[in-house]
């Protein structure tokens, strides 16, 4: 019987010739490589269809050649093992993954965006333009390219067939840092616009917290969620501002109607104008032939939630106090006006204030979004917080990665007690599935408690002079700033610098500006 022969050779000493003695062989039997490569102490060879009978001859000849020390028949070759497990993996996953050439033909989909975005029916879509299904990628691609070449483009709100679709697009690197193409992830929105990385609506009952300052602004944004006047909601990066958003939404009268959330910190410029109020037909080369509605028009009836307002630019801010004052929004390229029937909520991490003194924000603006305010306490004003969001965390990761935890060391719970937690409680989080991750017993112990960020090195600063141990601090500061803000004049306004005096303490320290993580 003839079979598909996949073989892997393991060399036993390095002896000259060995794979021109073995090709030999194969040649001397008519045996047809598809492929065969060698690597240091192994040989993998891919042979067309052969006979049982020849293939023992085969096998017998190959054994006597001096310097192999075993012939193995394996069913996969590593890569195809690696690429099987990469398969499975993305498989599974609720969400849409696309690989894309450099040209934007489809490389890879995962059984999720063949079946649910593209509605290919089991047929193999690859070779096929993203463009036949995506009309606006050529805007997307532009503001990649124009943007952080680490941040992805996000496009919320992209119809796709009849579902919209958040689509996020960034770059495929390989090791040498050379561009091979790019990555398009499809999160499906429901009917209603919500984005379905939350299962279920979140209420306040979600909210973890029982300190005074949590339980004040919980029934703060109870409160204001029965009126229909504009919110701003203030505090750090990875407080849960959104969460508090969509509580107060699904608190409200418009709980039934549309939730649009917008990053501005995370849209290009270019971007996030059509976004907030669309565009007619004709207006970009390359965008939706029948144009785009825009979130107010979109949302109407529901609620709309702008997310690190004070990182839009200024021009866009002028454009929204009127579409806020006037209750008409008009469309890029436009003529008509549109009414519409929102709610707006609004978030910063940002000193709003300051930025008015500074005139990076617009004062006229503020008065108009923040009618209401409420401030959600970072983690280290609420530490009494801290072990019940442990309980909560543990429930949560322990399932996910199949664990039994039972039970924290005290050590460990004082440990994440006594640190400050710049990241909040989105750093709490990954410290706490960190450690689930890498516990071994049914208790967390305080080794397994990693955190992300300490003044001083492990060793300490014995031995350093005052200069290196105030310019170490000084060094990891900058860098955690950095690490939880979206923009390095952000970290800047955050340390309360100038963002010059910031660039020049990263050149004196060699810190990359590359650090920079979006969330």
């Known amino acids: 019987m003839k079979i598909d022969r996949k073989v892997k050779l393991t060399f036993k ?16 039997y008519d045996a047809p490589i598809i492929w065969m490569e060698v690597f240091a102490f192994v040989c993998y060879i891919n042979l067309h269809p052969i006979e049982d009978d020849v293939w023992e001859k085969i096998k017998e000849e190959l054994l006597e050649i001096e310097g192999w020390e075993s012939l193995e028949e394996i069913d996969l070759f590593p890569f195809e093992e ?20 450099q040209k934007g033909d489809i490389k890879y989909v995962n059984d999720y965006a063949a079946e649910w975005v593209f509605h290919s029916e089991g047929k193999d879509i690859t070779g096929i333009n993203i463009r036949k299904y995506i009309e606006e990628y050529d805007i997307l691609l532009s503001s990649l390219k ?32 050379v561009l091979t193409g790019y990555l398009a992830s499809f999160y499906d929105i429901d009917n209603s616009s919500v984005l379905s990385r939350y299962d279920n609506p979140i209420t306040f009952d979600d909210i973890i917290g029982e300190s005074n300052k949590m339980i004040d602004a919980i029934n703060q944004g109870k409160l204001y969620s029965k009126s229909d006047s504009p919110i701003l909601i203030t505090g750090e990066s990875g407080t849960g501002k959104e969460l508090f958003a969509r509580a107060i939404h699904n608190e409200s009268k418009r709980k039934d109607k549309p939730f649009i959330a917008i990053n501005c910190a995370a849209i ?20 939706n032939k029948d144009g785009k509605a825009g979130i107010f028009e979109v949302a109407n009836k529901g609620t709309i939630f702008l997310d690190e307002i004070g990182e839009m630019p200024q021009h866009l801010q002028a454009k929204l106090l009127r579409v806020l004052q006037e209750k008409k929004v008009r469309r890029i390229g436009g003529t008509k006006e549109v009414r519409f029937d929102v709610r707006l909520l609004s978030a910063t991490n940002q ?3 300051e930025m008015v003194r500074n005139k990076e924000f617009r004062l006229d603006l503020l008065f108009r979004i923040n009618i209401f305010n409420i401030r959600i306490p970072p983690l280290r004003e609420r530490k009494e917080d801290i072990p019940i969001l442990i309980e909560h965390f543990i429930g949560i990761h322990s ?8 039970s924290i060391e005290q050590s460990a719970v004082r440990k994440l007690i006594n640190y400050n937690w710049p990241g909040n409680v989105r750093e709490f989080q990954n410290v706490l599935e960190r450690a689930i991750a890498l516990s071994i017993g049914k208790e967390i112990s305080e080794k397994e408690i990693i955190l992300n960020y300490t003044i001083f090195p492990e060793s300490g600063i014995v031995g350093h002079s005052l200069t290196e141990a105030v310019e170490n601090y000084e060094k990891k500061i900058i860098t955690e700033s950095l690490k939880t803000s979206n923009s390095i004049r952000g970290a800047a306004r955050n340390l309360g610098v100038t963002h010059t005096l910031l660039i020049n303490r990263m050149k004196k320290y060699g810190i990359n500006k590359d650090i920079l993580k979006y969330y």
């Open 399 to 406: 399932e996910r990665y199949n664990k039994n935890i039972v």
């Open 82 to 101: 690696k690429e099987t497990e990469l398969n499975n993996v993305l498989d599974i996953i609720p969400y849409g993954v696309t690989i894309l050439s």
């Open 146 to 177: 124009t943007g952080n070449s680490r941040k992805p483009i996000v496009k919320e709100n992209m119809e796709i067939g009849n579902q919209l679709y958040q689509v996020n697009l960034q770059y495929i690197r390989n090791s040498e840092n």
């Open 351 to 353: 000193n709003i204030d």
């Open 13 to 28: 000493e390095d002896v000259p010739h060995l794979t021109y003695r073995t090709l030999s062989v194969l040649y001397k």
């Open 268 to 287: 290009p410029e270019q971007l996030l104008e059509s976004e907030l109020f669309g565009y007619e037909p004709g207006t970009f080369t390359g965008g």
